[in-house]
């Protein structure tokens, strides 16, 4: 059928023949573990050619040697032939089609592992580049091209290829001369099917583009709704979406123009060599030159030739499509991850001084954001760090957790370089905690066993007791099974930042960055979080990226970040003292925090409630 | 809407009918076409039979040129007629999807709010897409089918006339393709289904490692994560060689059956040719014909499923059709009688009504309960209260998005129900919370309400809600596009084009639905600005939560549990209402979460 144009490709996803030898070296070599059933597959392939040529064969043994011959011997030899060769189709063709998709499935398992593991190694600066959705869309609408490939075109493809080919010669073998005369019809089918091709696929691509208007329209009326009707538009949204509706019923109907003039031309050839193989082929009997079998075989051989035509040209963008997506991954592959684990990496002991050395840094062909900072975080301390929007304080904090590597400069833990030590280590050491709590399908369990690798109930509700939110989440109707359903939709933002809490506390780290959250929570919440946070911070070293001034009050040291530099350093007390920087930050906060309140008597009513 | 119905009904089956009706002149062209091409396609094999009788075996080389000849003038009508009916299948099925999604558009504009509460946009768009896409294909598959059929009918007649006993036997395997085909097609479409969900899994996996790669990286999650997918993928593996199983069991048996039937004949009537009661041609014939039921018999069997399925389409798309819009014209509408705007609410109740047998938890608790509320012309009233306390409520009866359950609402002495709906919301505007744009140009975002507003109108209406300087800037001015697609604004540019839109229709009552929370608080003061500009004279009722945009009514109307518990100026209220100044020093509490004058750009999760 045709479907909305899904088969269509753009020129510029079309392989040149060197990208397309490449793509094929490069899938060969990922089928490398599966070459026995490759061969076995290819065997089974070309005895299941064999097995499908032999019934019109028999047909024509039957006709000469037992209908022509007066020889009911024969006859029954080439019935029996006939149904032994059909039985051997069944079963080949049986085994076939499994081996074929096994194998080819396999290879897009290998494939979707190989890449999703890849991009799990990729260090920040590379997803900073790509926009998400680009990457999601290599694993999904890629390869998932592949899949339809597999499922429904490739063993097709190479059954009609080699079929076709192979009826051709037997066609040849049988009578040269009936042969070239048949084939005389060839050059037209295959000359209309790629004239056919390029056309449709020039329409689809056009019903493509409009059914994605089409609906583009109808999603945003409705997303608008609201508006559409407070306004009272509705007419002219119907006008609107009308004409869009028409552009697509037009290219549709041009879709359907190119095949019905295509399918004619198929039907024609089909019957008119039919006509050919009677006449002509009559002549050549009465001259001898073949026989009465011979002619009933070309006729029951023509389906061999029209049909793989037609559904090569239908495939063939499909293969087009595939080979393209096969392109992408193979090229996404080809990307170096620039964060890596050095060969000889040590662990980083169990405590230390988290020490900032010179550092500078840029991300990607960008501006310098961080330049010449230096900075230590004893063990246990709590570390506010302070700055304007882009001053470099969540960079910094990102560095702290190895992120990204700095520039210029190094960062240590205990006498480390961060660059030297595993991962494993690192993650289990310093943890960052960011902002809104980030959420992945499943259970709240689940969710906070992301922290640590095999944790158990027990580790879990343990991590949940410390920041003092087990009872809450307990209280749930499946308790900690309480799947959290798309990025978590059914907990509020409080609480997704909980589990995202509980989750550091499960890491356990030596050393903690935390982003506070800028946004604002239900005031409930908005405790429970706090409180979370104090068990969560208790016992460790602490980098917070302070957004609220209060939080800088209360921590040991703050240091302040502006323009990429440290500009100032201390405590709270101090900094105050030394009217600087912080001085004048802290100064605006506290007034446009007093500019915020109503009036004193709101301002008293916050106290008293 | 979702699975409640998801066997096919007769309000299917009549929407389908419906929809080839409409197109019937089509279908007839159509099916006449296929009769043609029935008629030449079932002539081919007779007429090749009588030239290896007449010309081949008889060696008449005149006879062998006329029915050659004959086949090839059978050939081009085949040929002409497969292109027509071909064209005229899709012709159908594209126009009925056409007038199907028109129709479908139509109504999802007339629908109420309230359908539009509780409808989930990914449905109303699978229904204007796979379903209509159902639709689409079985009806192709129609005159296609009659085609078909008569194909098989004919040919089936052809072969017992000649010969009863070789047709029986010849035939005997051939309905085991219908059967096959059809099972095939069943069993295969739960697989395919549960296949489509598992690669949605994958995906999701994929997607929710990629957006949250910040977390997975912290935690070193990534083997948990791997872990997670290679689980996911060796599902799909699994259902994936499944259906290759499947197809590898179906496919060789339905190649199998007719080459039985061949076999068939090629030994029985083989025989009865050595016995001289058959001829070669007649043999020939008998095998060409069978290879010809083949593909027919097997777009019958697939045609059964198909048919369930887009029945059951039909009657997905038919229950948004047959949902009745709740808020329609009364057969009497008045017009709006001349004003400035006197807004009246005598004892107003109204409650969320659960959807037509769905469940909502909060549905059908009173939200106002008999609200007496009087807004004289050109006065400016605040609503305010506590999440649930029925203020957005209010705002959204006045252009009766709702329809009240009892009391009523006036408009300068008309009751709401009784005006025309196109009248009462050109003269209510209202700018929502969450501010929609188009994508479409600013200009034609602002000049919504009346498309063919002069330049100077839009920029009138541009600057009165302070918005002219920036748009003057932009490269393309008006003519940026704004939207999803288009050029990012910022919640308080997005807010400023929606209050420029509500100016440009100049109505009668402005609503300001909670219109500034999306504004960051340290530009709200921009956008104060603007709003006392518009507010001036015009009657107002302004939904807020931040004390300075209160400030701006000329009265403040607090509201509790659907009832106004205190009423007064801002300063009234602050000095005499212990309710009205905790609730403003809550919402002043929630905002002191984001008091730094910055948003960290670089957050630590995307």
């Known amino acids: 059928m045709m479907g909305w144009g899904s088969g269509a490709v753009r020129d510029e996803e079309k392989l040149s023949s060197s990208q397309a030898r490449q793509v094929v070296r490069r899938s060969l070599r990922m089928l490398r573990p599966y070459r026995r059933q490759v061969t076995v597959a290819l065997v089974v392939l070309v005895v299941y050619t064999l097995a499908m040529l032999a019934g019109p064969l028999m047909v024509r043994l039957g006709i000469d040697r037992g209908l022509q011959a007066h020889d009911a011997l024969v006859l029954n030899l080439a019935v029996v032939g006939y149904l032994v060769a059909a039985a051997v189709a069944v079963v080949l063709g049986r085994t076939q089609i499994t081996l074929i998709t096994r194998v080819g499935e396999s290879f897009l398992r290998d494939l979707r592992v190989r890449v999703f593991d890849h991009l799990q190694a990729m260090g920040m600066t590379f997803f900073d580049s790509q926009p998400a959705g680009r990457l999601v869309s290599r694993m999904t609408s890629d390869v998932d091209a592949l899949q339809t490939l597999v499922q429904q075109g490739l063993v097709m493809f190479i059954q009609n290829a080699l079929l076709f080919v192979a009826t051709i010669v037997v066609l040849v073998v049988l009578s040269p001369v009936l042969a070239a005369v048949c084939l005389a019809a060839m050059p037209v089918v295959v000359v209309a099917s790629i004239r056919f091709r390029r056309d449709s696929n020039v329409a689809y691509l056009t019903v493509r583009d409009r059914v994605g208007q089409t609906l583009s329209t109808l999603q945003e009326s409705l997303s608008g709704i609201r508006v559409v009707q407070a306004f009272a538009r509705e007419e002219s949204q119907n006008e609107v979406f009308v004409s869009h509706n028409r552009a697509q019923l037009d290219a549709n109907l041009r879709a359907v123009r190119i095949s019905a003039r295509y399918f004619p031309v198929i039907e024609l050839a089909g019957i008119g060599t039919m006509a050919i193989i009677v006449g002509v082929g009559g002549v050549l009997v009465h001259d001898s030159f073949i026989t009465v079998g011979t002619v009933a075989a070309f006729a029951l051989y023509l389906t061999n030739l029209f049909e793989p035509i037609q559904q090569l040209s239908q495939l063939f963008n499909t293969v087009q499509q595939a080979g393209a997506a096969l392109k992408k991954l193979f090229d996404l592959l080809d990307v170096p991850s620039d964060l890596t684990e050095r060969p000889g990496a040590v662990d980083l002991p169990e405590t230390g001084e988290l020490l900032v050395e010179d550092v500078g840094f840029a991300y990607d062909g960008r501006a310098q954001v961080l330049a010449d900072v230096n900075l230590a975080v004893r063990p246990g301390e709590r570390l506010a760090l302070v700055g304007p929007t882009g001053a470099g304080k969540s960079t910094l904090a990102k560095l702290m957790a190895r992120m990204y590597d700095p520039g210029e400069g190094r960062i240590g833990y205990g006498g480390v370089d961060l660059r030297d030590a595993t991962f494993s280590s690192l993650r289990h050491r310093i943890v960052v905690v960011p902002q809104e709590g980030f959420l992945f399908d499943g259970t709240i369990f689940e969710n906070v066993a992301i922290g640590r690798r095999g944790a158990d109930e027990e580790a879990v509700r343990r991590a949940l007791r410390l920041i003092g939110v087990e009872e809450r989440f307990q209280a749930l109707p499946q308790g900690l099974a309480t799947a959290v359903r798309e990025r978590g939709s059914r907990l509020s933002a409080g609480e997704r930042q909980l589990v995202s809490l509980a989750r550091a506390a499960l890491a356990d780290p030596a050393v903690l960055v935390l982003d506070e959250a800028t946004s604002s929570l239900d005031p409930g919440t908005e405790a429970d979080v706090e409180r979370a946070m104090a068990g969560l911070m208790q016992g460790r070293t602490v980098v917070v990226i302070a957004h609220r001034l209060s939080t800088a009050e209360r921590a040991d040291r703050v240091a302040v970040v502006d323009h990429g530099e440290l500009v100032e350093e201390g405590t709270h007390d101090q900094l105050l003292a030394d009217r600087g920087r912080y001085a004048a930050l802290f100064a605006s906060w506290a007034g446009e925090q007093q500019r915020r309140h109503p009036s004193d008597l709101a301002e008293d009513a916050v106290v008293s409630s | ?606």
Not at chain 2, 34 to 43: I, N, R, S, Y
Not at chain 2, 113 to 136: C, K, S
């Open chain 2, 1 to 606: 809407m979702s699975a409640r119905r998801e066997r096919p009904s007769r309000a299917g089956w009549q929407l389908l009918a419906r929809a080839v009706k409409d197109q019937r002149n089509w279908v007839v062209l159509g099916v006449t076409a296929g009769l043609f091409w029935t008629g030449a396609k079932v002539a081919v094999p007779t007429l090749a039979q009588l030239a290896i009788d007449r010309g081949i075996i008889s060696r008449d080389h005149g006879a062998l040129l006329e029915w050659s000849l004959a086949i090839l003038g059978v050939g081009i009508v085949s040929a002409v007629c497969t292109g027509l009916r071909r064209f005229y299948a899709f012709g159908i099925s594209y126009r009925a999807e056409t007038d199907l999604r028109d129709r479908l558009f139509a109504h999802l504009q007339r629908l109420h709010f309230a359908f539009h509460d509780h409808a989930q946009t990914g449905q109303l768009m699978a229904r204007a897409a796979t379903d209509l896409l159902q639709v689409q294909s079985f009806l192709t598959l129609i005159p296609i089918t009659i085609g078909n059929a008569l194909t098989v009918s004919a040919v089936v007649v052809i072969l017992f006339v000649t010969n009863p006993g070789l047709a029986a036997l010849a035939l005997a395997a051939l309905p085991l393709i219908n059967v096959v085909a059809k099972r095939f097609a069943s069993n295969i479409h739960p697989v395919s289904l549960e296949l489509q969900q598992q690669l949605a899994e994958v995906a999701g996996t994929v997607e929710e490692t990629v957006v949250g790669v910040r977390v997975v990286k912290g935690f070193g999650a990534e083997a948990i994560q791997g872990g997670k997918l290679r689980t996911r993928v060796d599902r799909v593996f699994e259902r994936a060689v499944l259906l290759g199983r499947m197809r590898a069991s179906f496919m060789p048996l339905l190649d199998f059956l007719p080459a039985l039937g061949l076999v068939a004949v090629l030994w029985y009537g083989g025989h009865q040719v050595l016995s001289g009661h058959l001829s070669v041609g007649e043999l020939v014939a008998f095998m060409t014909y069978i290879l010809m039921l083949i593909a027919p018999l097997r777009m019958l069997g697939t045609i059964i499923a198909m048919a369930q399925r887009a029945v059951a389409s039909a009657t997905r798309i038919d229950e948004v059709l047959a949902t009745h819009p709740a808020i329609v014209d009364r057969a009497d509408g008045q017009t709006l009688p001349p004003g400035h705007g006197e807004l009246r609410f005598e004892e107003v109740s109204f409650a969320y009504l659960p959807p037509e047998g769905g469940q909502l938890s909060d549905a059908g608790m009173p939200v106002l309960d008999r609200l007496d509320l009087h807004v004289r012309p050109g006065e400016a009233v605040a609503l305010v209260g506590a999440t649930g306390s029925g203020k957005s409520t209010v705002a959204r009866l006045v252009p009766r998005f709702y329809e009240v359950l009892g009391g009523r609402i006036t408009i300068d002495g008309a009751d709401v129900q009784d005006l025309r709906l196109r009248e009462l919301r050109r003269a209510v505007g209202i700018v929502f919370e969450d501010t929609f744009l188009f994508s479409d140009t600013i200009r034609n975002n602002i000049s919504f309400a009346d498309p063919d507003a002069p330049q100077e109108t839009v920029e009138w209406a541009a600057r009165r809600a302070g918005l002219h300087d920036f748009v003057a800037d932009l490269p393309d001015g008006y003519e940026t596009v704004v939207g999803e697609q288009g050029f990012a604004l910022s919640g308080g540019q997005r807010q400023r084009v929606a209050l420029a839109r509500a100016i440009l229709a100049d109505p009668r009552i402005l609503i300001l639905d909670d219109a500034t929370s999306s504004v960051d608080p340290t530009k709200e003061h921009e956008i104060r600005a603007a709003l006392a500009a518009v507010m001036k004279g015009r009657t107002t009722i302004v939904i807020a939560h931040r004390p300075a945009t209160v400030a701006l009514a000329d009265r403040v109307v607090l509201l509790d549990r659907g009832r106004i518990v205190a009423e007064g100026t801002h300063t009234e209220l602050l000095a005499t209402s212990e309710r009205y100044r905790r609730l403003l020093a809550q919402s002043a509490r929630e905002e002191a979460g984001s008091t730094t004058p910055q948003q960290d750009s670089e957050a630590l999760v995307r």
